[in-house]
């Protein structure tokens, strides 16, 4: 059985676009304020400072009945 990914990014653009990326497996922000969304160790996409506006990561896996966070 193969596992899907447990999380989805979506990335917001200055220009009010949303991007949905349901591959990444993290989001790193440089010193310069740049947006780097990885799959694994490779980066995937990338978002100069000025571009984005801000991004959420999303819980894909299930709650088991009866709990919560």
């Given at each position: 059985?193969?596992?899907?990914?447990?999380?989805?990014?979506?990335?917001?653009?200055?220009?009010?676009?949303?991007?949905?990326?349901?591959?990444?497996?993290?989001?790193?922000?440089?010193?310069?304020?740049?947006?780097?969304?990885?799959?694994?160790?490779?980066?995937?996409?990338?978002?100069?400072?000025?571009?984005?506006v801000?991004?959420?990561?999303?819980?894909?896996?299930?709650?088991?009945?009866?709990?919560?966070?």
């Amino acid at each position: 059985m193969t596992e899907t990914s447990a999380q989805s990014v979506t990335v917001r653009l200055a220009s009010g676009q949303e991007l949905a990326c349901p591959w990444a497996t993290s989001v790193r922000v440089d010193r310069k304020g740049d947006l780097h969304v990885m799959q694994g160790l490779r980066r995937r996409a990338f978002h100069p400072c000025a571009e984005w506006v801000s991004y959420t990561v999303a819980n894909l896996r299930r709650q088991p009945e009866g709990t919560r966070p």
